[in-house]
């Protein structure tokens, strides 16, 4: 199994920043991906950037020039600096492990990008 944790989310005005964190723990050396989605109540879950083992990234074309995904592989650690936010980044943010057999997702946090 694969343990997920994210920090750093919060309430943050229009064009400031924050960074997100997803801590992993368990079978890490399995991930094949991380990926950032975030999801507003009453819409789908969106995908926002991945970032895969071979250090490989994608982000959706809404993010794109404002957020980057990176990792820390001696933290365990993936990141999701969001820059320039705009009030409709404002989500609940999820990270998620891919493996070749499963999914594992941590419990979210919130940004609230607001005046």
């Known amino acids: 199994q694969v343990q997920l944790v994210e920090s750093g989310g919060g309430l943050v005005q229009p064009g400031g920043s924050l960074r997100l964190s997803c801590a992993a723990s368990?079978?890490?050396?399995?991930?094949?991906?991380i990926l950032w989605y975030r999801q507003v109540p009453g819409k789908q879950r969106e995908l926002v950037a991945e970032i895969t083992s071979g250090g490989s990234t994608n982000y959706a074309d809404s993010v794109k020039g404002r957020f980057t995904i990176s990792r820390d592989n001696a933290k365990n650690t993936v990141y999701l600096q969001m820059n320039s936010l705009k009030p409709e980044d404002t989500a609940t943010y999820y990270c998620?492990?891919?493996?070749?057999?499963?999914?594992?997702w941590g419990q979210g946090t919130q940004v609230t990008v607001s005046s």
């Open positions: 368990g079978r890490i050396f399995s991930i094949n991906a």
């Open positions: 998620s492990a891919q493996l070749v057999d499963s999914r594992y």
